[in-house]
């Protein structure tokens, strides 16, 4: 089992950055792929940023490309998303997700995930 526990969001201004992180328990993440997705209010969840195992490939979302940057520590057990030039459009509650893989591949359908974690809010102010 993986517990997965996101950290990191809050209210920022239109233009602004955060760091969300991401920590995992349970096992180590060197075997997991892992991602990050949201959900708005009345929304669909959907895909933001997705990692190999490695770290050495990683996929966006158009919406996100040039402005968002996911990351690994293996050895901290923590997965990160970088969020820079923030609009009001990424209001929304952002989840990591992780499933093991034995591959060094990214994955971005929700349904290809198994465990997810709790979520954490970012909030734009315009």
């Known amino acids: 089992q993986v517990q997965l526990v996101e950290s990191g969001g809050g209210l920022v201004q239109a233009g602004g950055s955060l760091r969300l992180s991401c920590a995992a328990s349970?096992?180590?993440?060197?075997?997991?792929?892992m991602a990050w997705f949201r959900q708005a209010p009345g929304k669909e969840r959907q895909f933001v940023a997705s990692?190999?195992?490695?770290?050495?490939?990683?996929y966006y979302t158009n919406s996100v490309k040039g402005r968002f940057t996911i990351s690994r520590d293996n050895a901290k057990n923590t997965v990160y998303l970088q969020m820079n030039s923030l609009k009001p459009d990424d209001t929304a509650v952002y989840y990591c997700?992780?499933?093991?893989?034995?591959?060094?591949?990214?994955?971005?359908?929700?349904?290809?995930?198994?465990?997810w974690g709790q979520g954490t809010q970012v909030t734009l102010s315009s």
């Open positions: 349970g096992r180590t993440i060197s075997n997991l792929a």
């Open positions: 997700a992780a499933r093991f893989t034995s591959s060094d591949l990214w994955f971005r359908g929700g349904n290809e995930y198994d465990y």
């Open positions: 990692i190999s195992r490695s770290g050495g490939s990683t």
